[in-house]
């Protein structure tokens, strides 16, 4: 019988990997058992230990693609550039969508069993939760049944250790697997700040703001992992597609030339010379668009501005006018409801500000309110209201200002974000995951509200899931102090509804 020149564990015949601990295994540190074994190759070292188990089926190569495939950005039309980082080549298991179905064997599924009932038998010990984690969210790569069982597993260690980061990583792969931006974005960047310099989770940061329609966030995390690693081939390749997003071919092109002489294989090589070609065929950088002709009513200005908007104009299919006070914006393929929060609060922010600058121009005195409407279910997806809080401005003939609902028109209720208070309560119901459990905000003062939520479990959030949610509310009420000139600090205190229970509070 040989041994494992690593952990010194039985090995089994003709296995490529220690099954104990993951070691990679060569003729020669089977033979040498003094020697030390090279450390494993790849681009993401967790996936070792399961592979180990599973070496007799000959995954290796499979995965090795799974990880690569994984980083990069999903799937769509960015700026001139096609980016063929084929998502729909990926099944919802992460393999190929072409490769077979592989079923996980016996031999892994009794290894997994056996160190979960080892791991429920320690519950303190923080090496065998992190290793049931790993195990389980790479048996997710061939069973998707797995992924809630890692998260379970990190979550048990970030209970007992809420900075161990080889969990807040591993929340963060599970979570990219699953498409959770924002999850995985919180996660990533606890992470961080415990382990910076992390060339390949700030690749994967990077590609949870792309997807989520953030490239500037994306662009300075890629190249935060170019300072860490200057020779990070998937870092160079999300770049250019980063860079594309924002229509600037001729940094994009720079990028993906970089990423050619790091490919990794003759397919990679292939696709980035594809979208080279694209950046060709477009002269090598983005032709600047033309601007429009100015419009000549208020109406034709909304229009053109809701269209220039970033990300969101492009997926504009019309804009509606049911009255002069408001507007119904139209969206084709544009998903609101998985945004994040920062992302939804500046889109919003964006959106209001330039209507502000469409009514002064025009002399609207206000107020106004957009609907935001996603054209395939004619579902509203957010309403905003502008107030008139500028003075109207006299027209340049004299003639006064023009009310947008003219004499009739009343002002937007809070609800709606009309005002201070209205702002808040539309923030708070625009939270992911927390927005629909908001029962009501009872203001007691002015700058003091109360948030009742229903059946929200805040004390069963991970610490850094925690953190993030007070982040982003503390985000939101100073961008709704900032659109409503307060001034003061706000208090609200998170409440179950059902106990009256205050579960935290938030001061910005």
């Not at 494993?40 to 693609?65: D, E, H, K, Q, W």
């Not at 020779?231 to 924002?246: C, H, I, M, P, S």
């Not at 294989?265 to 601007?291: C, F, H, N, W, Y």
């Not at 229009?303 to 804009?319: C, E, F, H, N, T």
């Amino acid at each position: 019988m040989q041994f494992c020149p690593q952990c010194g564990a039985a090995l089994v015949a003709g296995a490529k990997f220690c099954v104990e601990c993951g070691e990679p295994l060569t003729p020669a540190a089977v033979s040498l058992p003094g020697a030390a074994a090279a450390p494993a190759a790849g681009s993401r070292a967790r996936f070792t230990a399961f592979v180990a188990v599973m070496a007799g089926i000959l995954v290796l190569g499979v995965v090795a693609a799974t990880l690569i495939e994984r980083r990069k950005p999903i799937a769509k039309k960015v700026g001139t550039v096609a980016a063929t980082a084929d998502a729909g080549a990926m099944g919802s298991t992460g393999l190929p969508a072409n490769h077979p179905a592989i079923k996980i064997p016996k031999t892994a599924v009794d290894f997994i069993n056996d160190l979960n009932r080892r791991a429920h038998a320690k519950p303190n010990d923080l090496a065998l939760w992190t290793q049931l984690g790993d195990v389980t969210s790479r048996a997710a790569l061939f069973d998707p049944a797995y992924h809630q069982r890692a998260l379970e597993a990190y979550g048990h260690v970030l209970k007992l250790d809420p900075d161990n980061p080889a969990a807040l990583r591993g929340v963060g792969n599970v979570n990219y697997d699953l498409h959770n931006y924002d999850q995985a974005i919180a996660a990533y960047e606890h992470y961080l700040k415990r382990t910076p310099g992390d060339a390949e989770v700030l690749t994967d940061l990077g590609t949870m703001y792309l997807s989520s329609g953030n490239p500037d966030q994306a662009v300075l995390q890629y190249k935060k992992a170019l300072l860490a690693n200057p020779k990070f081939f998937q870092a160079y390749f999300n770049l250019g597609v980063a860079y594309g997003e924002e229509n600037q071919g001729a940094e994009a092109r720079t990028s993906f030339e970089q990423a050619l002489k790091l490919a990794p294989d003759d397919r990679t090589q292939k696709e980035i010379k594809q979208m080279l070609a694209s950046l060709s065929r477009a002269g090598g950088a983005v032709a600047p668009a033309v601007a429009p002709a100015p419009a000549s009513t208020f109406h034709g200005s909304v229009d053109q501005m809701v269209r220039a908007l970033p990300i969101a104009g492009q997926k504009v299919s019309s804009v509606q006018w049911p009255a002069e006070d408001h507007a119904r914006v139209v969206f084709q393929d544009f998903p609101m409801a998985s945004m994040p929060p920062f992302a939804r609060v500046k889109f919003l922010a964006d959106l209001k500000s330039a209507m502000h600058d469409e009514m002064n121009a025009y002399h609207v005195a206000g107020p106004m309110t957009v609907d935001l409407v996603d054209a395939g279910s004619s579902k509203l997806m957010d309403s905003v209201a502008i107030a008139a809080d500028r003075a109207p401005v006299a027209s340049a003939d004299g003639a006064p200002a023009i009310p947008a609902g003219g004499a009739t028109g009343a002002p937007a209720s809070s609800a709606s974000g009309g005002d201070f208070h209205g702002a808040v309560d539309q923030m708070m119901r625009g939270l992911p995951i927390a927005g629909p459990k908001v029962e009501a905000l009872r203001w007691s003062a002015p700058l003091k509200a109360t948030v009742l939520m229903d059946n929200f479990p805040m004390d069963a959030m991970p610490p850094f899931m925690r953190a993030k949610f007070i982040d982003h509310i503390k985000a939101g009420l100073e961008n709704a102090k900032r659109e409503h000139n307060i001034s003061g600090t706000v208090e609200l205190d998170i409440a179950d509804a059902a106990s009256g229970r205050v579960m935290d509070s938030v001061s910005q």
